[in-house]
């Protein structure tokens, strides 16, 4: 099945910093989500993005199927942006949709 | 418009014993997945559904059962309980008819169990 990488795994920083998270993937997708995951385990969806860019006020995402991953872009990191985010893809052969292992960013005041 | 209801919030089980976890969305959405998320790790796909009638494994089914009589209910059941189904467990929909951009996933707000 597909393969989904995420990195860092870790990622700590100061409020008003700037971050990039990235999400490799083995095969082609037709679905790929970015989703915040707050302290309290609620699970949001940022994104759908299976190739291109969209941005959504301080966040923005990028997509470059052909060569596999994806970017999600935090810009003026606030203290509430902190949690794990996690890219979620769907092979093109199945309707599966798998899970990174995450990024945990913890933004400091 | 309730969006994805888990219930329940909290269990403890005995190792043995059974138990079955609900989730019902009002979205009319076709496809619907269970995930597992054992502490500081990512989610694992235990099954999904199509559509009412229609199941199928995922990464972690061992342990597990579904049923989708309808499009609203993906009911998830373990039997046997035993210590390593210990985790939360989150149940999601999404709407898979066009235009794409309905193509996400909605999280309900998670069970989280122990088996003791």
């Known amino acids: 099945g597909i393969q989904v990488e995420q990195s860092p795994p870790d990622l700590i920083l100061q409020e008003g910093a700037n971050s990039t998270l990235r999400c490799n993937f083995s095969d082609s997708v037709n679905n790929l989500q970015w989703f915040h995951q707050n302290p309290w385990g609620q699970l949001i969806n940022l994104f759908y993005i299976p190739s291109g860019t969209k941005q959504n006020g301080r966040l923005s995402a990028t997509t470059v199927a052909t060569e596999r991953y994806s970017l999600l872009y935090i810009s003026s990191s606030q203290t509430t942006d902190s949690g794990v985010y996690f890219c979620?893809?769907?092979?093109?052969?199945?309707?599966?949709?798998?899970f990174g292992s995450g990024t945990r960013l913890s933004i400091r005041p | 418009n309730a969006g994805v209801t888990q219930t329940p919030k909290f269990r403890i089980l005995k190792i043995g014993q059974s138990m079955t976890l609900q989730c019902t969305q009002d979205?009319?959405?076709?496809?619907m997945y269970w995930y597992r998320q054992d502490p500081g790790m990512g989610l694992k796909l235990i099954y999904y559904?199509?559509?009412?009638?229609?199941?199928d494994k995922g990464e972690v089914p061992n342990g597990y059962n579904v049923s989708r009589s309808t499009t609203e209910d993906f009911p998830l059941r373990l039997e046997l309980a035993a210590p390593s189904q210990t985790s939360v467990y989150f149940c999601?929909?999404?709407?898979?008819?066009?235009?794409?951009?309905?193509?996400?996933?909605?999280f309900g707000a998670g069970t989280r169990l122990s088996v003791l």
């Open positions: 999601a929909s999404i709407d898979r008819g066009p235009p794409l951009a309905k193509n996400i996933q909605y």
């Open positions: 979205m009319n959405h076709n496809y």
């Open positions: 979620a893809v769907e092979g093109s052969s199945a309707s599966k949709i798998i």
């Open positions: 559904s199509v559509g009412a009638g229609i199941t």
